[in-house]
């Protein structure tokens, strides 16, 4: 009977993911807030792919009820949309992971855009759409920074050796 294989790192995953809470609720400009970049829903798509056996669905729906206590928002509504993600990466990882990383930026994308749409969904459903067109920014902002978040996440995976 073999011995299970040691999990190494799970500090780093759950420490990545504590830095993306503090960046999310980092205060910002009123100008700024529009741009902030969705730092947990990037910091998923990363685990996931990287880990995909450590880091999954369960995972998302917890960081998404984290989330949306710490936000104040309606409860289940991040942990829906990081759920979706989460199960997309999972679904395509060998596929985006062999991806040059503009690529990949590009899949993140359309990703962060699923998100915000059922983020958009959730908040029409309860009354409270958003005033204007700059909500989707955040997208946008999390794409530029993707490739950085990636090579930045993937030197501290590979230095500790997560595995």
Do not use: N
């Amino acid at each position: 009977m073999t011995a299970a294989p040691r999990r190494r790192g799970t500090w780093l995953i759950v420490a990545s993911f504590i830095l993306a809470f503090m960046l999310t609720l980092m205060p910002l400009p009123d100008w700024a807030r529009a741009l902030r970049p969705e730092w947990c829903a990037l910091v998923l798509i990363y685990w996931c792919m990287a880990l995909p056996h450590r880091v999954g669905v369960g995972t998302a729906w917890l960081v998404g009820l984290l989330l949306d206590v710490m936000t104040g928002t309606l409860l289940g509504q991040h942990a829906l949309g990081l759920s979706v993600i989460a199960y997309l990466t999972l679904l395509l990882h060998q596929r985006i992971r062999v991806f040059p990383v503009r690529q990949q930026a590009l899949t993140v994308l359309v990703m962060l855009l699923l998100y915000q749409l059922l983020l958009l969904w959730v908040r029409g459903v309860t009354g409270h759409p958003p005033s204007s067109w700059t909500y989707w920014t955040a997208s946008f902002s999390s794409t530029v920074l993707w490739p950085w978040t990636f090579i930045l996440m993937r030197e501290a995976r590979r230095q500790y050796k997560v595995a």
